[in-house]
């Protein structure tokens, strides 16, 4: 088989298309924030924003699957009469961070319009969404909680509850507590927050004891770059001692013989699961044993068979639970889909660290994860397509070419970040992290250019420029394009190797070899026959006139098709272009393509 090719038996031809929404930022509709502005002063956005009307128009993208991201109570500087504020050290910004969980059985009480009412008014919203034909994911955290963790609605479930504190590791803690001569000076607990407003660098709950941070450390005194604000949970399992959690109980095993924390997180799931939530995007999964991830998905399953469990996981990262692959262990673990940050990464290489549409080549390969990788080219973590200090500050248009490649190369799930389809910048400093191209997640605000789409609750876009009503046309058309046959089901085999020695393959002055800016592959589905062929330019300036592309005689076997006979291709996204070519050429002298725009791609429907 070709290194650059993959292709896999079809286990269904449902491909989940994920919309990221924040209910904080998606209806907030206040237009005038104040840096690091409270609650009253920036306004937040309510479940009952997230309407009918909108949830319409998102459906008519072709958006199959809601990931309602930060909806879990979290620590935060808004006080209400049931909920006092955490104080300021043991928060990342004014909202605080959602992935700082202070009640795993709670919603924030910031997104209701009667905060005692609020989980009331989460299930309305679960109802709405599933009355579209929705399904709605919401955030596990299952690595760490914040340190103010303390559920009012499960009180007997709280973490933390009956833990021996005199030991660092224990079975069946739900912490990992700090012993005196750990690194730090001792107690009291020293948080690197000194001199900040509000602040005093200490935790009053932590004075005589202290805990491990979400991010592995040892410390009585953690640094501003930790995870300071979180405290890791504990699965049984040591971490100091390495990656081996051969130890830990088995996917069958009964309730009484798994560790405490397996119980409580088995418990939470099953929660959401009882209140209508379809699924779960994990964050970062990659830091739990997978013996735990077995176990959990297994009974999860076993409530609701079609529950939706997707990882962002890294495996890069030293902390990671496991010596395999841990994108491929999660994967055989039960989860539907991991993150493809790699891919990710090097498209974003291209603009911003030298990279070529080549190196996409290194990441092709046989096997499950291939077509089971979530992709994306925006999400809160990461920088937006249109913010002028990254993706070589081409603006909102770079999506195209980024996103018809991602979206088109395997038949995982696919992520479109709310604003990315009307090209929200995340311009300038809004709070906590400054300006740094992205849209605060840990403050109050809103953004300025969904609010143009949500033109005072009509969500019919009439106050976007021509240029954002274009782009999220494109948007929508791509998605109907990779629901086809050939994307949701089909093989894939990757042309840039066999283009590289081609110098018609939008070759520029300066490169030896072709494949810097052009990407091509193509999807082909055997059960319906359906093909397509995907380019890309992806030169932010240049218009790439005259380029042939060269298809190799294994790739037409792919296809199910001889080198006899005319070819014909047709453009199923926005320049109508068709083209047709005699078989017996496509080998050396290649099919002629249209001149191609700075950052445009094709879908080729080829017949």
């Not at 379809?278 to 077995?294: E, K, N, Y």
């Not at 991991?338 to 891919?343: F, K």
């Not at 070759?507 to 990407?519: A, F």
């Not at 047709?570 to 191609?596: F, H, I, N, Q, Y």
Request: glycine letters at 12%.
């Amino acid at each position: 088989m070709s290194p650059l090719r993959s292709h896999l038996p079809a286990a269904d031809r449902v491909r989940p298309l994920i919309y990221q929404l924040m209910p904080r930022s998606f209806g907030n509709t206040r237009e005038t924030p104040v840096v690091n502005g409270s609650l009253a002063e920036n306004g937040c956005g309510k479940f009952s924003d997230i309407s009918t009307a909108a949830l319409s128009a998102i459906r008519e993208l072709g958006i199959t699957h809601l990931w309602l991201t930060g909806v879990l109570e979290q620590a935060s500087g808004t006080a209400y009469p049931d909920r006092p504020a955490d104080v300021a050290d043991i928060l990342k910004g004014v909202a605080g961070s959602p992935y700082a969980i202070r009640d795993y059985f709670d919603v924030s009480p910031d997104y209701a319009q009667d905060p005692p009412r609020r989980l009331a008014e989460f299930v309305e919203l679960l109802e709405r969404c599933h009355a579209q034909g929705l399904r709605v994911l919401i955030d596990l955290v299952p690595n760490h909680v914040a340190r103010s963790y303390d559920s009012d609605v499960c009180p007997e479930l709280s973490f933390g509850v009956g833990d021996d504190r005199r030991a660092f590791f224990a079975r069946d803690n739900h912490f990992y507590y700090l012993q005196a001569g750990d690194p730090g000076g001792g107690p009291p607990l020293k948080l690197p927050t000194v001199g900040q407003p509000g602040c005093s660098g200490g935790y009053a709950p932590e004075r005589e004891y202290g805990r491990v941070t979400g991010n592995n450390v040892i410390s009585w005194a953690p640094g501003p770059s930790d995870w300071y604000e979180t405290v890791k949970l504990n699965y049984g399992h040591d971490f100091t001692t390495g990656r081996d959690t051969s130890h830990l109980p088995g996917p069958d095993a009964a309730l009484a013989a798994v560790p405490k924390t397996w119980r409580t997180m088995d418990q939470i799931v099953a929660y959401w699961q009882g209140l209508g939530v379809d699924g779960f995007r994990v964050d970062m999964a990659h830091l739990v044993p997978m013996p735990f991830w077995r176990w959990l998905v297994k009974r999860a399953r076993e409530r609701h068979t079609g529950v939706f469990f997707c990882s962002e996981a890294y495996d890069n990262d030293p902390a990671k639970l496991t010596d395999g692959q841990v994108l491929d262990e999660l994967l055989e673990a039960g989860f539907d889909a991991v993150y493809d940050d790699p891919a990710y990464d090097v498209l974003e290489g291209i603009y911003d660290a030298g990279k070529w549409a080549n190196d996409l080549d290194h990441l092709i390969f046989t096997g499950e994860r291939f077509h089971k990788s979530l992709r994306y080219a925006e999400n809160h973590d990461e920088v937006r397509l249109a913010n002028p200090q990254v993706w070589g500050g081409l603006g909102m248009q770079v999506g195209k070419s980024v996103c018809a490649v991602l979206f088109g190369l395997g038949r995982g799930p696919l992520m479109i970040y709310q604003g990315q389809e009307v090209g929200e910048p995340a311009l300038g400093v809004k709070g906590y992290c400054g300006d740094n191209a992205r849209s605060s997640i840990f403050d109050y605000g809103s953004l300025p250019e969904l609010l143009k789409w949500v033109n005072g609750g009509q969500f019919d876009g009439a106050s976007l420029s021509p240029e954002q009503k274009g782009l999220r046309a494109w948007y929508a058309k791509l998605l109907g394009v990779i629901q086809q046959p050939a994307f949701i089901a089909g093989g894939f085999y990757g042309l840039n190797f066999a283009n590289r020695d081609n110098p018609h393959f939008g070759r520029l002055d300066g490169d030896s070899v072709s494949g810097h800016w052009l990407y091509a592959f193509l999807r082909h589905d055997a059960v319906t026959g359906q093909a397509f062929l995907v380019v890309a330019n992806f030169h932010g300036s240049a218009t790439l006139c005259q380029a042939r592309l060269r298809i190799p005689l294994d790739a037409m076997e792919m296809l199910s098709r001889a080198a006899v006979g005319s070819w014909t291709f047709a453009d199923r996204l926005v320049s109508g272009w068709t083209g047709k070519v005699a078989g017996a050429e496509l080998e050396c002298e290649g099919l002629g393509l249209p001149d191609m725009s700075p950052c445009t791609a094709l879908m080729l429907e080829i017949g």
